[in-house]
């Protein structure tokens, strides 16, 4: 089966340091990606994992371990645009769909 | 350049009745896909398309189906709609088959449909 977990609610202080956890289990990967959704609009990229490891983007970076089917989302210097919800999706072996975990809302207050 | 446009960008109707969603990709994208999103939920793949061919089906009802036009852009029609149907649905396109990319899709705003 597919199943993806994350934290469904989490709050942070502006300018601090907050992790989003995501675990995962599929029948294929080929590919963990995190999106970020504002209330109303569409879901944007943010980072990619294939390999294990850390990919680092500005504020944002992302690790991934294969073995453990664990990622998460280290957002830095957080701001208060940073308050949305943040998507884990596994891509799939053939690279047609994606699996979304049911996302984690971020809220960060001053 | 245009990113991908989905109208109608909300809706309202009554139980029973039929609805066609419409997407537009991303010039020069072949490949678009549906996902339904439910308040508080992550999305759910419906289906994608590439080449005007259908080339994956999520876990949907037979009253769910979609088609690909010539100029890439797509039609999601749901028929005899439930309350369960009330959600955002997500359309996002892709220049290959497989999101090859290392940034997957590119989604569209959404249409909020809501049945009463």
């Known amino acids: 089966g597919q199943n993806i977990d994350q934290p469904t609610e989490m709050t942070a202080t502006e300018g601090a340091i907050v992790q989003i956890n995501c675990t995962y289990q599929?029948?294929?990967?080929?590919?963990l990606f995190w999106y970020q959704q504002h209330a109303g609009e569409a879901p944007t990229f943010l980072s990619y994992?294939?390999?294990?490891g850390l990919e680092e983007k500005g504020r944002f970076s992302s690790f991934l371990s294969r073995s453990k089917g664990y990622s998460y989302l280290l957002l830095k210097e957080l701001q208060m645009k940073d308050s949305a919800s943040y998507l884990c999706?596994?891509?799939?072996?053939?690279?047609?769909?994606?699996?979304f975990g049911p996302g984690t809302r971020l809220s960060v207050l001053p | 350049d245009a990113g991908v446009t989905q109208s109608p960008t909300h809706l309202i109707k009554t139980r029973g009745q039929h609805v066609t969603l419409r997407c537009s990709p991303i010039?020069?994208?072949?490949?678009v896909s549906w996902y339904q999103q439910v308040l508080g939920q992550g999305p759910q793949f419906i289906f994608q398309?590439?080449?005007?061919?259908?080339?994956g089906r999520g876990n949907f009802p037979d009253r769910f189906s979609a088609r690909q036009f010539p100029n890439y852009s797509s039609e999601l029609n749901v028929n005899a709609l439930l309350l369960g149907d009330s959600a955002l649905y997500l359309c996002?396109?892709?220049?290959?088959?497989?999101?090859?990319?290392?940034?997957?899709?590119?989604f569209g705003s959404g249409t909020r449909l809501t049945v009463v």
């Open positions: 996002a396109s892709s220049s290959s088959e497989g999101t090859g990319t290392n940034y997957g899709y590119t």
């Open positions: 599929t029948s294929g990967f080929n590919g």
């Open positions: 994992n294939v390999l294990d």
């Open positions: 999706a596994v891509r799939d072996n053939y690279g047609q769909n994606f699996v």
């Open positions: 010039s020069g994208h072949k490949s």
């Open positions: 398309y590439y080449e005007k061919e259908e080339r």
